[in-house]
């Protein structure tokens, strides 16, 4: 039989082939996610199909996108957005999403089937697939990212990049080596060594005889000079090449008493006050057969440059002050009460824990001892040595609060800036050793600079009109000494970075050009962080400068509070009780209570001896702040609180939605700006009025009318002084008397700005800017927000009443009951 030969179909289709392949739709998504790279980033490890927490409790908020790992930063990357997140504020070196590898603090990886939890460090083995990360951030936050539909090994292998990237075992592997060699040394040749010829910030840096000069200047110190014998760093390795001595101390003479003095270090210039006294600081003399002609020589000197020779009085800093391990201990008890531990159901508990962790005990110390100083200073026109065992760590915290306490100029942003370059950074404190950004020993970790601005936090809470900046300000400098890419805290010493920058632009083949080292970029030019409209975050809506002006009864005044106001605070406590000072003869009778123990009846009732430095500070206290004075803090623990919007930026349950601090601060900016653009009016009507009277040609022979006086600015309100707007030249654009036009007047310093509507001139039936709702996006927690950078397992939730309503954290619920009876 024959086979049959099977038919060839004839049917034929014209439509293109169906998509089969599902697996192409999420990876054309996938690629779309890419981080966004700053000169010299590359990526180092990424895994796709991460979910990044956000709920504790669910996870229907959470995040899906691809979580990646560079060089400098722990980056997620998702097209979707937050929820709850309506405001914005841009960084433009991080993302939404991104932390600083020098931010991380540790790395841990779950294995939710197993039950294993390891912390991971550089160059370690996991030996296990995680399910989940958890990065523990030393900004306080806490993020968690699950690898339920990640693939094992892309979740294995990113996780041990991160761990290994955090812990660089080298200065030179810090990625702001990278960065300034890949922006600022291309061959385009727009820069020269990192400094733009446009301009930038106007800090002064004190690496130039010129900056010490201008500052000798400022402060009258004719008796003092600009001595350059560490050129080159051939005397101490911890100095700047430059810096201030007495001018009767000859060079010859500076460099044979280095070799005595520990680290070599020369006794340093800090500041002079107008009576002719000297804030100096000054290390241990290590060679005791020398201890006592040493004192003499440099006390002599000091004295010398004293208009009235006074005496130099010493403070021992080590001896009266905690040292850096004890900071330490306090900062990490204070983490592990505000973000890691969950909040326990007793409120008493919670605040007992945040009393025992020190923290504040310490900035109350810092505080005090600065407040002695400055009655040596001011009181008794008495110069101080400020003593410590390297002068390096605490005396650039003391020194820098007695100077913020008596120079309006270091309670500006730029004198700010220039106080912590010239006493912290060219001082040489060792932010490489004390951020501990190579894990290289724990023990010399130690949060000194927080301490401080959290110091500063403390008078600009009492004193708000008296600095130009605001806690924002503060708050986004503590977290800029994580991002590696500025010179200001990457580095022990200025010889250290000059070092390292040469020997790394050697090793990259990186032409220096006439410089002998590379320039990495300071981080007082906050246009690399922020654009002008955020900057102006940074400005207090309070403060009064010192040509802040008025008008009262036709004159024009400086502004300057006439009337006293006495603090109730000092009323019916005893003398040694008062600003924070107890002796043994007035008890508390229990813990942190401020009820006065009821004396025996039998017996006298005798005051205690009143100290000259407590007699200063109450007569000081009995006067009216002035803002462009002396400032002295309230020690009191209830004057002393919690720095919220740091310590509690990242807790959820701490949030109040238009609510806070800021709530004011939106209203006192909106009548800022509104004063500012009235005023702006004013000067364009006065310089119209000017300009069309001067040109015009009189018919008669009579003599031309006189300009009118241009007008004074606009009064402070009740209670609110303002800053003076900007010396911008006003040119007549035209003889007519139409208003400018506002959408070319709306470069202000504040953030928040009033409606155009409420600026339409006179006879509008419009609101004021005090009638301007707050936006829905602020909060307590303003510009930062808590959602998904504080994820914790088991949150029990936050009974924090009594702390967001006002109350104390040194005051028990045990204290508040008994003294509200």
Not at 226 to 242: M, Q
Not at 360 to 385: C, N, Q
């Amino acid at each position: 039989m024959f086979s049959v030969k099977p038919l060839k179909p004839t049917f034929k289709s014209y439509l293109p082939p169906v998509q089969t392949d599902l697996k192409k739709s999420p990876q054309l998504t996938i690629r779309k996610l890419e981080a966004k790279l700053l000169p010299g980033e590359i990526v180092v490890n990424e895994a796709n199909f991460v979910r990044k927490c956000i709920g504790t409790e669910s996870s229907q908020d959470d995040l899906w996108g691809k979580l990646i790992c560079t060089n400098f930063k722990v980056s997620f990357i998702t097209h979707n957005s937050l929820p709850q997140q309506n405001f914005k504020y841009v960084h433009r070196l991080l993302g939404e999403h991104d932390v600083p590898l020098a931010c991380v603090e540790q790395v841990v990886t779950v294995n939710d089937a197993k039950g294993k939890q390891k912390v991971l460090g550089s160059n370690k083995k996991l030996k296990f697939n995680p399910t989940e990360l958890i990065l523990y951030c030393k900004d306080f936050r806490i993020l968690r990212f699950r690898f339920d539909q990640a693939g094992p090994e892309s979740a294995k292998k990113v996780c041990l990049a991160i761990a290994h990237y955090s812990q660089p075992a080298d200065p030179q592997l810090l990625f702001g080596f990278e960065y300034a060699g890949s922006r600022y040394y291309n061959s385009s040749g727009e820069r020269v060594n990192g400094v733009d010829p446009g301009g930038g910030h106007q800090t002064p840096l004190f690496d130039r005889p010129s900056d010490w000069d201008r500052e000798i200047k400022r402060t009258g110190a004719s008796e003092w000079r600009v001595c350059s014998i560490n050129e080159g760093y051939l005397v101490s390795p911890s100095l700047p090449e430059c810096f201030v001595v007495p001018a009767s101390l000859a060079d010859q003479d500076l460099k044979q008493y280095a070799c005595s003095f520990t680290g070599q270090r020369i006794p340093l210039w800090c500041w002079s006050h107008p009576n002719g006294s000297a804030l100096v600081r000054m290390s241990s003399i290590s060679d005791p057969q020398q201890q006592r002609k040493l004192d003499q020589r440099i006390s002599s000197a000091i004295t010398k440059s004293h208009p009235q020779r006074s005496d130099v009085l010493k403070s021992d800093l080590d001896k009266q002050l905690p040292n850096i391990q004890e900071v330490q201990a306090a900062l990490a008890k204070l983490r592990q009460v505000c973000v890691i531990e969950p909040f326990e159901e007793s409120e008493e508990k919670w605040l007992s824990s945040l009393e025992s962790s020190r923290w504040m005990d310490y900035v109350r110390a810092f505080l005090r001892h600065a407040v002695e100083i400055v009655y040596m200073l001011e009181g008794k026109h008495t110069s101080v040595i400020l003593l410590e065992e390297e002068d390096r760590d605490l005396s650039c915290v003391v020194s820098c609060l007695v100077q913020l306490m008596l120079d309006p100029h270091c309670r500006s942003l730029l004198g700010f800036q220039g106080l912590v370059q010239r006493e912290w950074v060219m001082a040489g404190h060792r932010f490489l050793d004390r951020c501990n950004h190579l894990r290289k020993n724990d023990k010399e970790e130690s949060p000194l600079f927080l301490l401080f601005l959290d110091c500063v936090w403390q008078l600009l809470n009492q004193y708000p009109s008296a600095f130009e900046f605001t806690e924002t300000y503060l708050t986004v400098l503590s977290d800029s000494v994580w991002i590696p890419v500025f010179s200001t805290f990457l580095f022990n010493c200025p010889k250290q970075r000059a070092e390292h920058s040469r020997d790394f632009a050697r090793s990259k083949s990186i032409p220096l050009g006439q410089e002998q080292a590379l320039r990495f970029p300071p981080v007082w030019d906050w246009s690399q962080q922020f654009s002008p409209k955020d900057q102006t975050l940074f400005n207090n809506p309070l403060y009064v400068g010192k040509s802040a002006t008025y008008v009262q009864n036709g004159a024009v005044k400086t502004f300057k509070r006439t009337k006293k106001s006495y603090s109730s605070t000092l009323r019916g406590l005893p003398l040694a009780l008062r600003n924070g000072q107890l002796s043994d003869l007035d008890t508390l009778p229990r813990r942190n209570s401020l009820v006065l123990r009821l004396r025996p009846e039998l017996g006298p009732a005798r005051e205690p001896c009143e100290t000259p430095c407590e007699r200063f500070v109450r007569e000081r206290f009995s006067r009216a702040a002035e803002p462009q004075g002396l400032l002295l803090p309230q020690l009191l623990p209830s004057h002393l609180t919690l720095w919220r919007l740091y310590f509690l930026r990242w807790v959820p349950e701490a949030r109040i939605p238009r609510g806070g601090p800021v709530t004011a601060f939106h209203k006192l900016s909106l009548l800022v700006d509104e004063i500012h653009t009235l005023q702006s009016h004013l000067r364009h009507y006065s310089t119209s009025n000017s300009s069309f009277t001067l040109t015009s040609t009189p018919s008669s022979g009579l003599p031309p009318p006189a300009p009118s006086p241009a007008p004074s600015p606009l009064p402070p309100g009740p209670g609110l002084a303002l800053s003076p707007p900007s010396n911008t030249p006003h040119r007549p654009q035209s003889l007519s008397r139409s208003p400018p036009d506002h959408h070319q007047q709306r470069q202000g310093r504040m953030y928040f700005r009033a409606p155009l509507s409420t600026l339409a001139g006179p006879g509008a039936s419009t609101p004021t800017s005090s009638a301007c709702p707050a936006p829905d996006y602020l909060s307590s927690s303003f510009p930062f927000s808590p959602v998904g950078n504080l994820c914790r397992r088991g949150l029990l939730g936050t009974p924090l009443s009594k702390l967001l309503s006002g109350a104390r954290i040194w005051l028990s619920t045990e204290t508040l009951a008994n003294e509200t009876l």
